[in-house]
């Protein structure tokens, strides 16, 4: 799977793989950026169907976190941290769990075991695949943001700019996603983020991630919904640089 991609950093710092959620592009994770760049080397991607990576027809989460250890084999990268955010999220526990020995340090935003119920996605890819993402964006507004949040217009371009048939596909992927009883498996000491006023992803599905993974910690942001990391960067990149500082698993 061809996953467009880019760095930011310096070249021989440790490398942090960022993840972006269902509808946003490597753009996301702009707000961490000026704090991770001083100490990491970040490496963003972007999803099928999302700004510079092919659409792809079919796929699943596992053939996402397959799509990451390509990029990482190609790069010669032996052993990263992940950070990502929902279906981000989603890949990075995928990849810890298929190729523990390649992430030293997890972090999950807003993101889930499982996602919803299947039904609930295939409807959603089949609005997207008949009328595109438009249809979304007033709603996905609400999820992804509290109402305090002042700058939604460029994430909801974001949404907008997708290809429908890779947006769907997501879903469609989405649909499928449930590693609840596979937790125990993650060995990476992971930070599980949750935004206190996200309907998407509630506390209470990172409460079952942060009671799953062995070595867990879970902080709960105020003033936060779905994209936490755009919405409250002040607590989660503190969070995050404290994460990575001090749990780098090295063995």
Request: proline fraction near 8%; hydrophobic fraction near 45%.
């Amino acid at each position: 799977m061809i996953l467009h991609h880019r760095f930011d950093g310096p070249p021989d710092a440790p490398v942090v793989v960022l993840g972006p959620s269902l509808g946003t592009t490597l753009g996301l994770w702009e707000p961490q950026l000026p704090v991770l760049t001083r100490t990491w080397r970040v490496l963003r991607y972007d999803l099928p169907g999302h700004d510079g990576s092919p659409a792809a027809s079919e796929f699943t989460v596992g053939d996402l976190a397959d799509g990451v250890l390509e990029l990482l084999d190609r790069h010669g990268l032996d052993t990263v941290a992940y950070g990502g955010v929902s279906l981000g999220g989603a890949v990075g526990t995928t990849l810890a769990l298929r190729a523990p020995d390649r992430v030293a340090s997890l972090v999950l935003c807003c993101t889930s075991a499982r996602f919803g119920t299947p039904e609930s996605w295939r409807e959603r890819a089949a609005l997207v695949r008949e009328e595109g993402t438009g249809p979304l964006v007033d709603a996905t507004r609400s999820r992804w943001f509290t109402p305090a949040f002042t700058d939604a217009g460029r994430y909801l371009d974001m949404l907008r700019g997708v290809a429908p048939g890779g947006y769907a596909a997501c879903c469609d992927a989405l649909a499928v996603f449930d590693v609840r009883d596979r937790l125990a498996g993650v060995r990476a000491p992971a930070l599980v983020i949750a935004g206190a006023e996200d309907p998407a992803t509630p506390p209470a599905d990172a409460e079952i991630l942060a009671g799953g993974i062995p070595d867990a910690e879970l902080l709960v942001v105020p003033g936060a919904a779905h994209l936490a990391t755009a919405e409250r960067p002040d607590v989660v990149n503190d969070a995050i640089t404290r994460h990575l500082t001090t749990r780098w698993r090295t063995a």
